[in-house]
């Protein structure tokens, strides 16, 4: 690699490792949400690793962390990397996590090389990408960016009513919220690595995936309210039944975007939560959440537009009270050429094949993208899984990626 750095893939691969047993779940699955014991666990392991490579780190109120190895020109805007490590309920090891510790192997691989680069680089850890405990992802990296009203997260609670407030406390940070808004030259690029979450660089047997763009996303959640009662002496004709409306939901929602499949259009209902829950009763609330994605956001936004003039209608035949309420709606992303290029020429002087793609995920990527010039670089993932434990990323794949994400930091460093 360029000026005789190499990374310590024995290193890497031996802490990716590591750090997936703070989790809540016994392996291969990992379960890691916001500053659940585990997680905190997790985060004082990366301290541990940063205080060994002797690189200083801060974090800010919600516990974004930031390692900085320092450039010669310390008062330029720094190179940017970084990813989560929280994961969602069974999820793998790879998602997320490969960033961070890619992330800190480069700087590492960098100051051992003895080369200091001209700008600062600096790794992120973001807080809660996943919106597991909140409902809300890329909370770190959306308070970085200042883009959620202070107040709106400030009145977050999770499923057992602990607000965000309390539970950053309860993990023992506890400055303003508004502190951690970025100054908007704080950075002059931030680069992601991440494991690609889908099939294509498999298939297409290429190492390398440079993100062009990341889909637009939004996610509400919708209650409806119905009428309960005995599920043997309640009549059909009489009922006004909340799951069945749900259903018919969730029907909409697949078919709008089924037809718009070409715009890269997903919509999922991924949490259903039924009232009150007994096999003997009509069901008379449900709660769920709608997941809907697109690579236009025109297209996002006629898919959602779909789906909830649909359920007025329905909502009105089954005589349906129901409530649409809009967690987040979020921007489609396009990359930075530069770092686009940056990467491209950075995997071609490693003898890595790329491939030119779209994240069907969303990132914090999509944050840091409001205020600074942004881009990804995927490794592949076998057959495509994740948010599962059989997500598998190969060694020599999280190794191509580092050595691209160091070299890309390089360059960009330089600029
Ligand atoms: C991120 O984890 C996503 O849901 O895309
Ligand atoms: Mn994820
Ligand atoms: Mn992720």
């Known amino acids: ?56 780190w801060r974090e800010d109120a919600l516990g974004n962390w930031f390692v900085r190895l320092q450039g010669t020109e310390p008062d330029l805007p720094a190179v940017a990397t970084g990813s989560h490590i929280d994961a969602i309920p069974y999820a793998g090891k790879y998602d997320g996590v490969v960033g961070v510790l890619g992330g800190l192997e480069a700087l590492r691989a960098i100051r051992e090389a003895g080369v200091t680069p001209r700008r600062s680089l600096e790794l992120i850890m973001f807080t809660a990408e996943e919106p597991t405990r909140f409902g809300v992802g890329c909370l770190g990296s959306r308070g970085m960016a200042g883009l959620m009203p202070w107040d709106a997260m400030r009145a977050l609670q999770d499923a057992n009513g602990v607000s965000l407030e309390q539970a950053r406390a309860d993990a023992g940070y506890t400055g303003e919220l508004e502190s951690v808004e970025l100054s908007r030259d704080a950075y002059a690029y931030f680069v992601e690595l991440h494991i690609e979450q889908g099939p294509f660089l498999e298939a297409a047997d290429r190492e390398i995936g440079i993100v062009t763009d990341i889909v637009a996303s939004t996610t509400v959640r919708v209650t ?25 939901l969730v029907l909409l929602a697949e078919k709008a975007a089924g037809f718009r499949s070409r715009g890269l259009a997903v919509a999922t ?10 096999s003997n ?40 009270r129901h409530e649409w309420q809009v967690l987040n709606h979020d921007p489609a992303c396009r990359s930075d050429p530069r770092i686009l290029t940056a990467i491209a020429r950075s995997a071609e002087a490693l003898g890595h094949a ?11 990527t999509v944050f840091m993208a409001r205020h600074f010039p942004a881009a990804m670089i995927f490794i592949p993932c076998h057959e495509g899984y994740s948010h599962r434990p059989e997500e598998f990323a190969a060694p020599e794949h999280i190794v191509a990626g580092t050595e691209t994400l160091t070299s890309t930091l390089v360059e960009l460093a330089a600029l």
């Not at 790329?354 to 914090?364: E, M, N």
Request: no cysteine; glycine share 8%.
């Open 281 to 320: 009763s009509i069901p008379s609330r449900v709660e769920l959440t709608l997941d809907v994605r697109a690579r236009e956001m025109r297209v996002r936004d006629a898919m959602l537009e779909e789906v909830h003039t649909g359920l007025k209608a329905l909502a009105r035949s089954r005589r349906i």
């Open 354 to 364: 790329h491939l030119s793609l779209v994240s069907r995920a969303y990132h914090d």
């Open 224 to 248: 409806l309210t119905g009428e309960g009662g005995h599920a043997g002496t309640v009549p059909m004709p009489e009922r006004n039944d909340a799951l069945a409306a749900a259903a018919e």
């Open 269 to 278: 209902v991924g949490m259903l939560d039924v009232h009150p829950g007994a």
């Open 1 to 56: 690699m360029r000026g005789d750095i190499s990374i310590n893939a024995e290193r890497l691969l031996g802490e990716i490792e590591h750090i997936s047993q703070f989790s809540d779940v016994p392996a291969p699955a990992v379960t890691r949400i916001l500053y659940t014991p585990a997680d905190m666990a997790a985060r004082h392991y990366l301290k541990q690793l940063a205080d060994a490579a002797g690189l200083p």
